[in-house]
């Protein structure tokens, strides 16, 4: 049994797609051990009391980044947690936070990186122009956005959408890609080459994936 630590700071969609998958058995022998947030009232820690799992709430309280960091990685540590899922976390981790889960610490962006890394990826594809975009599953290394990328789900951008319409499709395809992303990385079915995600598994894992 693999063991999840989700973090996360606002709604908490994401949390809730990776528990359903959980649940459905889609993501196979593994549970969430812990849910933190660094906001007391992000709607994703009362969803996560709600399905009766373990919370945690590590305000930054005007500490410096590595000593809440310190607080998390201890709380992950006593849930035995094996793979971090960053889920909407809105503060970037310290270096110690990242080497002390290396290559076990995951987090999703709305953009397909390294295309609009940073904040409102959506707003900033629709005012670039581009015709495609989507989300990207990737590892968390010390730079934003950055680490080796696991999952890609494209998403058309459509004449006349706004911020809310296009991220609300690029959502839909988060809830798939997370779930997915995270059960190939729990199988340990592959290697990485340089910064490339290379798939041992038998069936065909394709780094992007279309969206349907
Ligand atoms: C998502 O768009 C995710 O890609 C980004 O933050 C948002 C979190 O949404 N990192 P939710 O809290 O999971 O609903």
Redesign the pocket.
């Known amino acids: 049994m693999k063991h999840l630590g989700i973090l996360?700071?606002?709604?908490?969609?994401?949390?809730l797609a990776i528990a359903d998958a959980i649940d459905r058995g889609q993501i196979e022998d593994a549970d969430i051990s812990i849910v933190i947030s660094n906001r007391a009232e992000a709607a994703?820690i009362a969803a996560a009391r709600a399905r009766g799992l373990s919370t945690q709430v590590v305000e930054a309280r005007g500490r410096k980044r590595a000593e809440q960091d310190a607080e998390i990685i201890a709380c992950l540590q006593d849930h035995g947690v094996d793979l971090v899922c960053?889920?909407?976390?809105?503060r970037l981790l310290s270096p110690e936070f990242v080497a002390a889960y290396p290559q076990a610490i995951l987090?999703?962006?709305?953009s397909l990186l390294p295309a609009f890394p940073g904040l409102d990826?959506q707003a900033q594809a629709l005012q670039y122009g581009v015709a495609v975009t989507g989300?990207t599953v990737h590892f968390v290394d010390e730079q934003l956005d950055h680490g080796v990328i696991v999952l890609q789900r494209a998403v058309p951008v459509l004449q006349g959408d706004d911020e809310e319409t296009l991220?609300a499709r690029?959502?839909e395809q988060?809830h798939i890609a997370y779930p997915e992303a995270i059960s190939r990385v729990l199988s340990g079915n592959y290697t990485i080459v340089d910064r490339r995600y290379v798939s041992r598994a038998s069936h065909n894992e394709t780094l992007i994936e279309e969206s349907k």
């Not at 960053?86 to 809105?90: E, N």
């Not at 987090?107 to 709305?110: E, L, T, V, W």
């Open positions: 996360l700071s606002g709604r908490g969609s994401n949390f994703g960053l889920a909407g976390y809105m987090n999703i962006h709305p990826a989300c991220s690029i959502l988060e």
